[in-house]
């Protein structure tokens, strides 16, 4: 059983690798052509092609799914179509220990899906991201930089500048009571956050309103203890799909925190984890329709299977995330309705092979 186990796993995983670099090399492509139209400032087409070559570890993770569904037809297709499969069956293994058998592959895909999505694909694509955007602009990271709103208990600040160097520019800050009342409006020409995690606020100038009148306070420096610290402000600066499901897991925290809504990035978490648990049940979906209809079929008449339940099962992905963000559903129960569809498609595969 060892033998053979490891037989089908380096088959699968030959075959997925294939698929994959296939794949990356046609996304690749169509990555590297969506920058050329944006060529400007100091992002030429070495950029262009940099940028591409960064974005492929995110994209490897978005399109293993459907690799190894593709690569485990092609695979155990071909298993089949040399009758070894036949022969495994006639030495006694069962249907169940098959799906055993191609599971662990699956497992192992899902480790290696899970370690890409999370230490790999989101920080090559944060760090693309920011070169382009330097690039385009002519800028180093220390200029460059977008307006943020950040509320922060019953404060809200208005960011002028946020940079990966946190060097703010000038902050607005707006001070609310327990019941919504405006207390304090200030501002400061410069901001910034310190190491030791404090803010620190250049000319201050701060106009406190009391029952009985107003009082103005000025400053040349100010040190702020904001419960906003530097990672949740790093976090502001990524996408969604740049982010780790730590970052993710952190902002939704402190979203959360402050009443705010956290839906499209629970979206986001949820998806990756779907998408990600996805990958041990393509195998067995794949051995369902060699032992099923496709026993005899040719290898394009797999891949044509593969590629259509592979885009049936991403469109259901992408469309239901997106309706979950506009009709605010529940993130963990959209996200993992295209997994359950495929779950309960592989099992009722698996009931009709004899």
């Known amino acids: 059983m060892d033998i053979l186990s490891t037989y089908l796993m380096r088959s699968i995983l030959l075959s997925t690798l294939l698929v994959l ?4 090399a046609l996304a690749g492509l169509f990555e590297f052509i969506g920058q050329v139209d944006n060529l400007e400032g100091d992002f030429g087409t070495m950029e262009a092609l940099l940028y591409a070559a960064l974005r492929l570890p995110q994209l490897a993770f978005e399109m293993l799914p ?16 040399h009758s070894e499969l036949v022969v495994m069956r006639t030495a006694g293994i069962s249907v169940a220990k098959f799906a055993g058998m191609v ?9 290696i899906t899970a370690l890409i999505g999370e230490y790999i694909g989101p920080p090559l694509d944060y760090y ?4 382009r955007d330097e690039a385009r602009l002519e800028q180093d990271s220390q200029e460059l930089g977008n307006s943020a709103w950040v509320k922060d208990g019953n404060m809200i600040l208005h960011l002028e500048r946020i940079n990966a160097d946190f060097e703010f520019g000038r902050v607005y800050i707006f001070q609310f009571d327990d019941t919504d009342h405006l207390q304090l409006v200030a501002r400061a020409e410069n901001s910034g956050i310190a190491d030791s995690d404090q803010w620190v606020l250049e000319n201050y100038r701060a106009t406190r309103f009391r029952d009985g009148g107003v009082e103005v306070v000025q400053s040349s420096l100010e040190v702020e203890d904001f419960t906003v610290d530097g990672d949740v402000l790093g976090i502001t600066l990524v996408k969604p799909v740049s982010l780790s499901a730590r970052g993710l897991l952190s902002y939704i925290r402190y979203l959360r925190s402050n009443e705010l809504s956290a839906v499209r990035y629970e979206m986001e978490l949820w998806s990756r984890v779907s998408s990600t648990a996805t990958v041990v049940i393509m195998p067995i979906l794949a051995l369902a329709f060699v032992f099923g209809s496709l026993r005899s079929a040719r290898a394009g008449a797999r891949l044509m299977v593969g590629v259509l339940v592979g885009l049936a099962y991403f469109l259901a992905s992408e469309t239901l995330a997106n309706s979950g963000q506009v009709f605010d559903l529940n993130p963990a129960l959209v996200t993992w309705l295209p997994t359950f ?3 309960l498609i592989t099992l009722f595969a698996l009931s009709r092979v004899r």
């Open 103 to 111: 599971a662990v592959t699956g497992f192992v895909l899902m480790v």
């Open 21 to 24: 670099l296939a794949l990356l």
């Open 128 to 131: 693309a991201r920011n070169m």
């Open 66 to 81: 459907i690799a190894v569904l593709i690569g485990s037809l092609l695979a155990l297709g071909g298993l089949a179509s």
């Open 341 to 343: 569809a495929l779950m």
